[in-house]
């Protein structure tokens, strides 16, 4: 059964043909991927798919299942102005999801009883219950909890989360996702992840997470030159079917060039008066020059910059923290960069990362300890915030501000026009407005505005962000051979694993782990000790008489008598929690004796014990962690 499909749909702008009378067909149960290069019209296809945008071309059309119902998540949601979080995450037309939200405001209402008694009613009717925990899963997942809050006040990624959520929620039996990953941490990428593989409903995304490419998607879509090709299987099985038929298309253009250029001795070989014959073998010959100019190699971005030589000292951190309030972010961090080092720092929205950029950068001063820089070393610092280009410049222009050449290996050197060429900006293009880039040949040129610096240690903070898969494998294969050191925050996965040697991780109370090695085998490891931790609580924290298993019984060799009497304090006091827990619970299951007044009490005082107990929990994992 088809849920979507597209039917000669065109996309132009001005002379920028983005797509010419494509197909494309989206079944029941199938999870596609649409790659291709920046600018060339993905987020425009998709939105043309979701009817935000209206396709062009002759006899152009798109259907929609009548029976599927599709959600869009664009890379940047948009709500209302004066939308609150509760507002955004249940707009549903899904009615046990609007019984949840009933539910939840009437419970943060202990002035109107009488709406949660009819709240209870109502869940109780909808069989909600299993409808309401499946949300608190999902919003815990993604870090919503605020619901009085505006979405205006809100961060892009927190505005990302929102939107997610409110997609999950609702249930739709057909998503449209652009770059769903973009702005998520890497914990509530794998849940993400993870969701999608276990869910049966149809799938259309565009998506640089190659992790995801290959774990969820069975079906991959390439839009190249305004044509669409379709590859069955996941990531490497598309990439394989890839290059199949780039050989064949390259051993075709071969015999084509050899075509047009017998073609092209006849054609100057024959007299001025040309018969019917002659004609349409010299019409046939401009058809084969056209198809032949047509064809476009795949472009290397091949970067051979010399950086400037390191010294013996290159950055140094010794025993560094910061803390904002009671809070701290960064907690005694000591390292000392090597040459050709290669490292990533991991952590979650929030956790500091930042923060410990700009202080191993001097722009932020620590709060103890200090930041040695050696007199040789020369940053090359890529942030968010940084892609400040200016709207009004052609391309060239930006470039040229910075240097007209860099060095190269062996004495050579590179202008700035070579260079943009290098980058996949053609002579046409490198005359084009930085306000007519799309998002990611923005970001590709603000990257390459920090390598005409000609650094020696680079600093990326997001770099894989909008940018194509072909940018990210050259922009990867470049940082492999460069000749300086790197340092990377990136919640991309597969960039990680195939460019740090070892990762910096962010964990409780601004406490840095030096990991050596993958990060997916760090997360193999966390998983291991996350599981232990958790069947250790449920242990612990259940209300059956029956002694717990010796290993729950006895402490970590490291934990001190004082944190073994703390242990034990906190998990009297969650058993104490959950039992007052289990009794409210036991009153609503038989609301007939409740007066509206008890029934506001009672809905005050679980709402309290649940924040006290998450609060007891976290405490918990702080003591045996």
């Not at 039917?7 to 649409?34: H, M, P, W």
């Not at 790197?486 to 990991?515: A, T």
């Amino acid at each position: 059964m088809v849920y979507l499909e597209l039917t000669k749909v065109s996309k132009i702008y001005g002379e920028k043909v983005l797509f010419d009378q494509v197909n494309l067909q989206v079944a029941k149960n199938t999870k596609v991927a649409l790659v291709a290069k920046n600018g060339t019209g993905k987020s425009t296809l998709l939105r043309v798919a979701a009817g935000i945008d209206l396709p062009e071309g002759l006899g152009s059309e798109i259907y929609v299942h009548k029976d599927a119902r599709m959600a869009y998540l664009p890379q940047e949601p948009d709500f209302g102005v004066n939308d609150t979080v509760m507002d955004a995450v249940f707009d549903s037309d899904n009615e046990m999801v609007r019984a949840v939200r009933d539910y939840e405001e009437a419970l943060s209402r202990s002035d109107q009883p009488e709406k949660l008694q009819d709240a209870l009613t109502r869940m109780d009717e909808l069989q909600a219950w299993d409808i309401e925990a499946r949300i608190k899963e999902v919003l815990s997942k993604l870090n919503v909890d605020r619901f009085d809050q505006r979405v205006s006040t809100l961060s892009g990624g927190q505005r990302k989360r929102v939107a997610l959520a409110k997609l999950i929620i609702d249930e739709p039996d057909l998503i449209i996702m652009d770059e769903p990953t973009n702005h998520l941490d890497l914990d509530m990428i794998e849940w993400l992840e993870e969701w999608l593989q276990s869910t049966n409903l149809t799938l259309l995304m565009v998506t640089h997470d190659r992790y995801f490419l290959e774990r969820v998607c069975n079906r991959i879509i390439e839009l190249d030159g305004g044509n669409i090709y379709h590859y069955t299987g996941n990531y490497s099985q598309f990439l394989e079917k890839k290059a199949t038929r780039e050989e064949t298309e390259s051993a075709e253009l071969a015999k084509d060039k050899k075509r047009m250029k017998k073609e092209l001795e006849w054609v100057r070989r024959m007299p001025s008066g040309r018969g019917t014959k002659a004609k349409s073998r010299i019409n046939a010959f401009h058809e084969l020059k056209s198809k032949v100019g047509s064809f476009r190699q795949e472009e290397e971005l091949k970067l051979e910059i010399v950086g400037q030589r390191l010294g013996s000292k290159i950055l140094e951190a010794h025993n560094i923290s910061k803390s904002y309030g009671d809070r701290t972010l960064v907690k005694g961090f000591s390292y000392k960069f090597q040459k050709k080092e290669r490292a990533g720092i991991v952590g979650r929205n929030g956790a500091g990362k930042s923060t410990l950029l700009h202080m191993l950068t001097k722009e932020l001063e620590p709060d103890t300890g200090k930041v040695v820089h050696g007199s040789n070393t020369v940053f090359g610092y890529y942030t968010q915030d940084g892609i400040n280009l200016d709207q009004d410049k052609r391309v060239i222009e930006v470039v040229r501000e910075i240097a007209e050449f860099i060095p190269l290996a062996k004495g050579l050197k590179l202008t700035a026009r070579a260079l943009l060429e290098r980058f996949m900006f053609n002579s046409k293009q490198q005359q084009v407005y930085v306000s007519q880039l799309s998002g990611g040949e923005r970001r590709r040129l603000y990257l390459l505005t920090i390598l005409m610096k000609n650094p020696n240690f680079l600093i990326l903070d997001e770099p894989t962000n909008d940018l194509d898969i072909m940018t990210l494998n050259v922009l990867e294969e470049f940082l492999m051979d460069f000749p300086g050191c790197v340092l990377i925050v990136s919640h991309d996965r597969f960039f990680l694993d195939k460019i740090c040697q070892h990762l910096f991780i962010f964990e409780e109370d601004g406490n840095l782990r030096d990991w050596n090695g993958l990060y997916t085998e760090y997360r193999e490891k966390r998983k291991e000790e996350l599981a232990e931790q958790k069947a250790v609580l449920a242990e612990k924290t259940s209300a059956a008489p029956a002694p717990a298993p010796k290993k729950a019984e006895q402490p970590q060799e490291h934990i001190s008598q004082e944190q073994r009497k703390a242990i034990r304090r906190v998990e009297g006091q969650l058993k104490k929690l959950e039992e007052a827990k289990a009794k409210i619970n036991k009153q609503f299951l038989d609301p007939s004796g409740l007066d509206n007044e008890k029934i506001a009490a009672l809905g005050k005082e679980l709402a309290e014990l649940n924040e006290q107990i998450e609060e007891k929990e976290m405490e918990w994992m702080e003591l045996v962690g």
